[in-house]
């Protein structure tokens, strides 16, 4: 038997599937930007010279390290709503999941690359004067970042990736709009080989860049 | 006129956790002393140096830089630290690592006004301003630009004098500054040291080279089990020392000289 492809029957729903692409794309950067900015105050706070700000970041990220994303995101949306006097959309259930999923798994990120600075680099910042928060901000930082900057390109493709999760519960992301349109058309290879296109297209160059900026940012090393 | 003493150190200890690194040392340095710190191994005296800008926190005894005694007392208990102190007091004591610890992600130039610009708030055109001056004062003043990665041993270490002498410091701490190099450039950096040494600095060295310590420094001390052993002028401490530890050292120092 031999399989006929038809693309055509997809490409009558590309509107549905641009929307999907976009809510996609939105939900991503709100978990990129979200996850990485409390991935680093975590990672921070895990490696702070306060023990009340130590322990507490220790405890987040093994809570959402060693959940999964899936259930989280179930948990905000349908157990959420019953605890607090409010329901949340999707897109914030999903969001809030894979937000707190990543920056559990980024805060370790930082903290491994934060630790593997030689201590001579602190002790040469204290010895002209600088306090520890601009330490960090100034020597530490900029230099852990460069060593962590393949693990975080790693992270942000596990986010991207991650997005699809939030179909689950009827967010309208691309993958969403995709399964709508294999079953109407009973053409779920084409529908999600488009998906999975889709996926591959954005993200590609996107890596590549990192590898350009990974290069860049070795100069004085 | 008696001045006072620049730093005057009293009843200094360190622990860490059961190992009692020094066990109790007094001493006055004074303007313009150039004191050389002499030791084996597991003397003490890299700990000590490092007590002295706070690298290492004291377990007990008081240290008073120009008349302040720093820190706070507790009874019953070991002074306390604050941050804000000892940023300042770290401003007036500059100090010079064995393994240079510049900054790799940064420029010369930058590596030198980083103090100036964010400990000491001052602007980009003073602070670099300051920075050729001193980067001129140990000779690389063609390499403001480069990065860190691009120098020798040698002009790493003077990159970090440079570092230490731009924010201006009234006490020079050097800890083994010559001991990561290579031989041959061993001198580049001690010609530096002997420089300021000779400006009238007031600072204080660890090192194995006696040679320096000898022509350099109008004291030496010499330091073996957490104390003070012997201290004198170095024709004193050098050419006629005498404990016997003193002599001990000396000897193994000397047992290839011709």
């Not at chain 1, 921070?44 to 990220?61: D, T």
């Amino acid at each position: 038997m031999e399989y006929v492809w038809d693309f055509g029957s997809v490409w009558e729903y590309r509107a549905a599937l641009w929307v999907g692409l976009i809510n996609t794309l939105r939900i991503f950067a709100i978990c990129l930007v979200a996850g990485l900015s409390l991935g680093l105050a975590i990672g921070l706070a895990r490696y702070s010279v306060r023990r009340w700000l130590r322990w507490p970041a220790a405890c987040f990220i093994e809570l959402f390290r060693n959940t999964p994303v899936l259930v989280q995101i179930f948990w905000f949306y349908f157990a959420f709503p019953i605890l607090a006097p409010f329901e949340i959309s999707a897109l914030m259930a999903a969001a809030l999941g894979i937000t707190l999923n990543s920056a559990a798994f980024s805060a370790e990120i930082f903290r491994g690359g934060i630790q593997t600075i030689d201590p001579g680099q602190w002790e040469a910042g204290r010895a002209i004067g600088m306090r520890h928060r601009e330490i960090m901000a100034r020597i530490i930082l900029p230099q852990a970042v460069r060593r962590m900057l393949p693990a975080l390109t790693n992270r942000g493709i596990e986010i991207f990736k991650m997005t699809t999760l939030a179909s689950a519960i009827a967010y309208a992301d691309v993958l969403h709009q995709a399964r709508l349109i294999a079953s109407v058309n009973f053409n779920p290879i084409e529908a999600y080989t488009v998906v999975a296109i889709a996926f591959f297209v954005i993200l590609y160059p996107i890596v590549r860049a990192t590898y350009v900026l990974e290069r860049r940012l070795a100069k004085g090393d | 006129m008696t001045q006072q003493p620049t730093l005057t150190i009293r009843g200094l200890h360190k622990s860490f956790g059961d190992n009692h690194v020094l066990r109790g040392i007094d001493l006055d340095v004074n303007q313009g002393d150039c004191i050389a710190i002499l030791g084996a191994s597991g003397s003490g005296k890299s700990t000590f140096l490092r007590c002295l800008n706070f690298m290492e926190i004291p377990s007990d005894g008081e240290i008073t830089h120009a008349g302040k005694t720093i820190g706070t007392a507790r009874t019953g208990k070991s002074r306390v630290y604050p941050e804000s102190e000892l940023t300042k007091v770290r401003q007036k004591v500059g100090m010079v690592f064995q393994q240079f610890n510049l900054f790799p992600h940064m420029t010369v130039l930058g590596n030198i006004t980083e103090g100036l610009r964010t400990v000491q708030r001052m602007d980009k055109a003073s602070a670099e301003t300051r920075a050729h001056a001193e980067l001129a004062r140990v000779g690389l003043a063609e390499k403001a630009e480069e990065y860190p990665s691009r120098l020798s041993g040698g002009q790493k270490q003077r990159v970090a004098i440079a570092r230490a002498l731009a924010l201006a410091p009234d006490l020079m701490l050097f800890d083994e500054p010559t001991s990561a190099l290579d031989p041959e450039l061993v001198s580049e950096v001690l010609n530096v040291i002997r420089g300021i040494a000779d400006e009238g600095r007031t600072m204080l060295l660890v090192t194995h080279e006696v040679g320096f310590a000898y022509h350099v420094a109008n004291r030496v001390i010499f330091m073996a089990d957490g104390i003070i052993q012997e201290e004198g002028p170095p024709e004193q401490v050098l050419k006629n020392p005498q404990n016997p530890k003193t002599q001990a050292f000396l000897a193994r120092h000397k047992q290839f000289e011709f």
